[in-house]
Nanobody
Framework: QVQLVESGGALVQPGGSLRLSCAASGFTFNMYAMSWYRQAPGKERELVASISSAGSNTNYADSVLGRFTISRDNAKNTVYLQMNSLKSEDTAVYYC?????????WGQGTQVTVSS
């Protein structure tokens, strides 16, 4: 049974930091590229960051470049999103996604709220 379980979402003040985690099970994690997406109320889901299966390549949305860092630990079947210098516009539900060829899996999401 495939599972992606996100954690780490919270209420944080502007300028603060959070680290999200996504624990994977039920598939061969190190063969899948991983991504973080987010969806704010009333907006479409958008890609935040992605990382290749071995972790050698990463990509970021312009809006988070220089503030967010995606990483993975294939020994722990976990992908992370370190978020620094958080802004109110980062408020959203954050989802992780695993992808390999035509196979795609999503987590249930974790809420990040940036507010004073």
């Amino acid at each position: 049974q495939v599972q992606l379980v996100e954690s780490g979402g919270a209420l944080v003040q502007p300028g603060g930091s959070l680290r999200l985690s996504c624990a994977a099970s039920g598939f061969t994690f190190n063969m899948y590229a991983m991504s973080w997406y987010r969806q704010a109320p009333g907006k479409e889901r958008e890609l935040v960051a992605s990382i290749s299966s071995a972790g050698s390549n990463t990509n970021y949305a312009d809006s988070v470049l220089g503030r967010f860092t995606i990483s993975r630990d294939n020994a722990k079947n976990t992908v992370y999103l370190q978020m620094n210098s958080l802004k109110s516009e980062d408020t959203a539900v954050y989802y992780c996604k695993a992808r390999r060829s035509s196979s795609e899996y999503w987590g249930q999401g974790t809420q990040v709220t940036v507010s004073s």
